[in-house]
Structures are given as structure tokens and as C-alpha cells.
T-cell receptor, first 114, second 112 residues
Framework: ETGVTQSPTHLIKTRGQQVTLRCSSQ?????VSWYQQALGQGPQFIFQ???????GRGNFPPRFSGLQFPNYSSELNVNALELDDSALYHC?????????????FGPGTRLLVL | GENVEQHPSTLSVQEGDSAVIKCTYS??????FPWYKQELGKGPQLIID?????GEKKDQRIAVTLNKTAKHFSLHITETQPEDSAVYFC???????????FGKGTMLLVSP
């Protein structure tokens, strides 16, 4: 187990709705990244937060937004849901040092948009 | 941006055989290459990683090799066991960044 937890495990929404996914990082980790994994694909980087600031973003529209809290838990918010947003969403936590960080993934939240 | 290609997409082996999965990357500035194993219903789990100052790294039955000149790296699993059956992902990232670019995955099936 990585110590990274996510909630909920799965949920169903309808097109146009908004959703919030939550992540609790591994103890001591100060960086969290969010990834979207479509069926049969590898995870795709959405954005990263470090010390509560967005620190890099992938090719995702502004309706994907996030927050990181002082206790290093975080949220992924998606507005105006589209059918193509159906996927498995992972958060991955790491500890930022001067070198490379190893990212540890949570189990994911499966989102289905109808 | 970075592009990671992974082959094969599926790989079937007999228990005890070796398995090799290969990845190529496009960004010559990438210098961190992790491999993740994902079992059904679970998140990706790091199994081994390699940095660009190293050509090979081993951990029991798992090894990874890196050829920076050719921009490719490979995962080698020896003495495969049924519990090795899963989807394996390679990834690449630059130093100082945590953005991982993943390959599309390889489904490994180990038959008893």
C-alpha cells in the first residue's frame, strides 16, 4: 500500500454537472499530481500542486481545477462534465527535493458521466 | 512535449519464462524513467525506476536497462509467476519536474 487514499471510489454524474474528487497524500509528502486514465490508456497528467500552488498543468481545459490544503490533502474539481470525462482519476503524492521525486499513486476514483 | 511509445501492447508467457517490455521516448532532456504495475481495480504501483546516470538497475527478478543515446529503456522480468500478471506502464520525466508521461501500457499474462 502507498498510503495515498482517494474518495469516493466511484461515482456517476450526468453531463453538465460538477464533481469534486478528494485525495489524501502519503504522510510527509508536499506535492500532489492528478492524472486521468481513460480505458485502455496510460495515465495522463492533469496538473500538479506544490505548497498549495499550481505547479504545472497538462493539456486540460480550465474547467479542470484543483486545490491543495495545508495538510497536503487535495481536491480535483471538474465543471460542466462531458461524456469524455468518464475515466479513472488518480492522485499521486511525492516529496519535493532537489532531485527527482518518486510518485506514489492512490487507488483512483472511477467517474462515469452519462 | 514528451512522447513515450511502449511495446508490445499484450504479452503472454509461460510461468518461468522471461518477459521483456520496451519503451522509447522523444525528449532528450528526460532523465527519470519509472515502471509501474497496475492490477485490476488498483492504482499504479512503482516497481522499479532508473535515472539517466545509470545504465542498468536490478531488484530481484526485475531489471531495467536504459540507453540514452537511442532513447529507449526496457523492463526485464525473469522467472515469471502468475502473480506477475498485470498491466505494466513505463514513464519518463525531466529532472526538476514531476510530470510523468506514460506509455499506453502492456498487459502481461503469465500462464501456469
Amino acid at each position: 500500500e502507498t498510503g495515498v487514499t482517494q474518495s469516493p471510489t466511484h461515482l456517476i454524474k450526468t453531463r453538465g454537472q460538477q464533481v469534486t474528487l478528494r485525495c489524501s497524500s502519503q504522510s510527509g509528502h508536499n506535492t500532489v499530481s492528478w492524472y486521468q486514465q481513460a480505458l485502455g490508456q496510460g495515465p495522463q497528467f492533469i496538473f500538479q500542486y506544490y505548497r498549495e500552488e499550481e505547479n504545472g498543468r497538462g493539456n486540460f481545459p480550465p474547467r479542470f481545477s484543483g486545490l491543495q490544503f495545508p495538510n497536503y490533502s487535495s481536491e480535483l474539481n471538474v465543471n460542466a462534465l462531458e461524456l469524455d470525462d468518464s475515466a479513472l482519476y488518480h492522485c499521486a503524492s511525492s516529496f519535493r527535493t532537489s532531485g527527482q521525486e518518486t510518485q506514489y499513486f492512490g487507488p483512483g476514483t472511477r467517474l462515469l458521466v452519462l | 512535449g514528451e512522447n513515450v511509445e511502449q511495446h508490445p501492447s499484450t504479452l503472454s508467457v509461460q510461468e518461468g519464462d522471461s518477459a521483456v517490455i520496451k519503451c522509447t521516448y522523444s525528449d532528450s532532456a528526460s532523465n527519470y524513467f519509472p515502471w509501474y504495475k497496475q492490477e485490476l481495480g488498483k492504482g499504479p504501483q512503482l516497481i522499479i525506476d532508473i535515472r539517466s546516470n545509470v545504465g542498468e538497475k536490478k531488484d530481484q527478478r526485475i531489471a531495467v536497462t536504459l540507453n540514452k543515446t537511442a532513447k529507449h529503456f526496457s523492463l526485464h522480468i525473469t522467472e515469471t509467476q502468475p502473480e506477475d500478471s498485470a498491466v505494466y506502464f513505463c514513464a519518463a520525466s525531466r529532472s526538476g519536474y514531476s510530470t510523468l508521461t506514460f506509455g499506453k501500457g502492456t498487459m502481461l499474462l503469465v500462464s501456469p
